[in-house]
Each structure stands twice: as structure tokens, then as C-alpha cells.
């Protein structure tokens, strides 16, 4: 087995136990559709032999409902089921186009995570660290998938450079939650 698989198995495994932390937090159902994706995709493809593309696609859907905190279950509902519709539409045409959809679910997410930032921001005058990681995380992903798609020569090594700093990220989300994260007075 080659390092790229053990930094992957244990991003894997960092990420299962991460929701464990965040119980009972409101990004604990955030949290738990990013621990069990990896997982859940991975059997699809050597069970099924489901296209991995394809599952982390529909997972991002998921990820995009449970990442929307203020808006009202019927628009979260609305909004992934558009997604969901546009999902299907691409998948069925080009997956290799999924990155895109991705993409903009992610980018959604962010916002919302910076609209958490801001309004605590405006209320404390203090920044949370964990809201900082946690948008920090976002950013790796949408460049994640930004230099995965347009930079094929350094998008591999990318990829795996960012999934080595997701485990570091995962460590800090296993002993940082938004109730016990350390605030920096600005």
C-alpha cells in the first residue's frame, strides 16, 4: 500500500470520529454527512461498483442541506432538489462536468459559514476559531476542486497535499467544537 492510500484510510478515519465531537452542536449533522461520506462512497464503489464521482456528488447535495441553518426546511428542500434535478441532468450527460455542481454547493456553504462568521463577529466583536477553520476548510475544497479540474499536471499532487491538511483540520475538529472553540478579540 502506497502512502497516498494510508494519508486517504486516515483521513477516512479522522472524519468518522469528528460528528462523535460535534454531537449535539448545530453542526453536528454537517459534520456527520462529511464522516460517513468518504465511507458510504467507497463501499458504493467496491460493492456496486458505483462511480465514485457519482456518489459524492449526490453526497454534496445532502452536505448542502444539512450546511443551511437559517433558511426554512421547505427552501433547504427546494433548493437541494434543484440541485439534486441538476445532478442527475449532469450525471447522465457528463460526469466529468460533476466537479462543477460541487463546485457551487460548496461555494453556497461557504457564504452561509461566512454569514455565521459576520453575525457572530458583529455581535461579540470577537473572532471563533472554529468558524475560521471551518471556512478555511471550505476554501481547500472549492480549490480543491478548482485545480483538480483546470490544472491536470499539479491536480493530483494538490489533491493529496489538501487531504493531508484536511487530517489536521479533522484533529482540530475532533477537540474543537463551536461551544469550547477559543475566541480572538479583534
Known sequence: MTIINYIAYLNIFIWLLIPIRQY???FFPFFLVLGILDTISLSFFYLFNINLTITYLFGTNVLLYAALFDLGKKKKFTLVL???IVSFFIVSFSIKESWIIQFIIHFIILITFLKILIIYFGNTRKLLL?????IGYEVSLLL???VYY???SIGPVYFYVTTAL??????FFIFINEKNSPAIKV
Open 150 to 152: 483546470k490544472e491536470v
Open 24 to 26: 449535539n452542536t448545530r
Open 144 to 146: 480543491k476542486f478548482f
Open 166 to 171: 484536511e487530517i489536521l483540520i479533522g484533529l
Open 130 to 134: 472554529f468558524y475560521l477553520v471551518l
Open 82 to 84: 434543484f440541485f439534486i
